[in-house]
């Protein structure tokens, strides 16, 4: 019998891929008792006869004990937040998740709320939200906000579409065709505007990083839907000339949106709010704390100026005084964009870290952040083979990003081979070739939580990387060598024709390869 169990029969040796034996049993179960034989005869009589099972399934037979190790031997092989070490991947903000978020967000009277109750019996669940978007606006200096959109790129989605709202309803829809984003720009703004249906107009950043201001005031015009921005940006530089920036996309009738996916920097330290901005998407799975990759659940609010309440989706979360109530009153409204009220348990966990740390805690996890980036900036950027372009000498927020260009060159040892070797210490990679406008880019964020002998010794890791790709660059070309698997084929791992989902797939697939 075919069966999809496997491992290893010890570290670094090939998978043994069948474990199931004829006749092993992983649980015995008690025989059925003569008055539940009755029942389950009548149930039997209600499946139509082409439904019943004639055999039994084809399921590994495989004791107890092989089961959970192979499970749990399943789940060590990926990196794990608390089973790995390090975890610096820049533009993504990967905090440690406190115990107590999962705690609270797992209480079973929120996991047995339904979306259907009257407001009535959810007073509770609709305070949190209702406090947690109080603290958000008061954070980002919004007059209102919608909690709705289930990621990061979902909010810059809904902003968008609040601009097109917002330039229809005086109409100037037709002619505002125009949205304007940086070259160093997350690439989910182009892709949100274009998708909202505007064109996307791309300025070059200058030698500073930082909008290039003539090239800015060259692209506004009557066409100007909107400017998208991140401040810090994406090379971790804050947007000093940010009142002029304003002022410029303002004076051309557009509107400012701000991409707060990475508010670690500023957080409780200044507010987009005051610096221009009239609409704002958070992560709360980036900033906030909850844990995210493999796709969620994730939670990426949308705040705006009060002359754009109006347009926001139904229903907000509201507070009249005495009650707390879902309003559906928003005769502008773009619409629903999420069923029901977004993701919940993503906000309880945001809301859980804010009162866990308080507004001066804040503060001083966004202070903690940057001076941890300023730390690796200096020293990494000291390292041979690495240096840090745009203004090397300009203090960088809450990430940096490194360029291996130097090594590259003269060893052949590219950004990947380096993050791939970083796996090899137990280091998560950093993001790498991301923002374009660096030549073999290494994006790194270390976020508030990591002690400074774990930054040590990921300073250590580069320096160890360095000698070796300058002495042996091949072993660095080869990594990694101690991770569960090694350097895979990217195009074949991610190709729809190749991805393996399971084992069927890949007996499939090796059965083709033979020609079978
Ligand atoms: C992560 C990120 C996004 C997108 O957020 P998702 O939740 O992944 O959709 C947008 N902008 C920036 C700067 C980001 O870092």
Not at 81 to 96: A, D, H, I, Q
Request: net charge negative; proline share 6%; aromatic share 8%.
């Amino acid at each position: 019998m075919r069966s999809g169990v496997f491992r290893q029969a010890r570290w670094g040796e090939p998978l043994i891929f069948e474990l199931s034996r004829e006749g092993r049993v992983g649980s015995t179960v008690p025989g059925v008792e003569e008055g539940i034989r009755d029942i389950v005869g009548e149930a039997e009589s209600l499946v139509p006869a082409s439904l019943l099972r004639r055999e039994a399934p084809p399921l590994p037979r495989v004791s107890e004990v092989e089961v959970l190790r192979h499970f749990i031997h399943l789940s060590q092989m990926n990196y794990g937040v608390n089973s790995g070490r390090f975890y610096p991947l820049g533009s993504c903000t990967m905090k440690y998740n406190p115990v107590v978020n999962e705690v609270v967000a797992s209480d079973p009277r929120l996991l047995s709320a339904h979306p259907y109750q009257d407001v009535s019996t959810v007073q509770g669940i609709l305070e949190v939200l209702y406090r947690l978007k109080v603290w958000l606006m008061e954070l980002t200096g919004m007059d209102d906000m919608s909690l709705q959109p289930a990621a990061g790129a979902h909010g810059e989605f809904l902003g968008n579409l609040i601009v097109r709202a917002y330039h229809a309803s005086r109409g100037e829809l037709e002619k505002r065709r125009e949205m304007i984003v940086p070259d160093s720009a997350h690439g989910t703004n182009p892709a949100s505007a274009r998708m909202a249906g505007f064109d996307v107009v791309t300025i070059p950043s200058g030698e500073d990083g930082c909008v290039d201001l003539e090239a800015l005031e060259e692209a506004v015009s009557d066409r100007t839907a909107g400017l998208m921005l991140t401040n810090p940006n994406t090379l971790g530089i804050f947007e000093s000339n940010i009142k002029e920036i304003s002022e410029i996309v303002h004076g051309a009738g557009g509107l400012l949106y701000y991409d707060g996916a990475n508010f670690n920097a500023i957080l409780g330290k200044c507010r987009p709010g005051d610096m221009g901005f009239d609409i704002v998407h958070l992560n709360l799975h980036k900033t906030f704390s909850t844990p995210h990759g493999g796709g969620g659940p994730g939670s990426g609010p949308v705040g705006v100026k009060d002359f754009l309440a109006d347009f926001l989706p139904v229903p907000v979360v509201a507070y009249d005084g005495e009650r707390y109530y879902l309003d559906y009153d928003r005769p502008h409204t773009v619409g629903k964009i999420r069923g029901f009220y977004g993701n919940v348990s993503p906000m309880v966990k945001a809301f859980a870290y804010i009162l866990s740390l308080g507004f001066e805690g804040l503060k001083e996890a966004a202070e903690l952040a940057v001076l941890n980036s300023n730390y690796l900036a200096r020293k990494l950027s000291g390292v041979r083979g690495f240096s840090l372009p745009y203004a090397p000498r300009k203090p960088r927020k809450h990430e940096f990003v490194l360029s291996a260009s130097e090594m590259a060159r003269e060893t052949g040892v590219r950004a990947l081979d380096v993050a791939k070797k970083l796996l090899d210490y137990g280091i998560h990679a950093p993001t790498v070739y991301f923002p374009l406008i660096v030549e073999e880019a290494l994006m790194i964020e270390p976020t508030e939580t990591e002690p400074l002998e774990e930054l040590d010794r990921f300073v250590e890791a580069f320096e160890e990387i360095s000698a070796l790709a300058y002495s042996r660059p091949e072993e660095v070309r080869a990594a990694p060598r101690n991770t569960s698997v090694e350097r895979l084929d990217m195009a074949r791992a991610s190709h729809p024709r190749t991805f393996c989902l399971s084992w069927r797939r890949y007996k499939r697939l090796e059965g083709e390869s033979k020609g079978e």
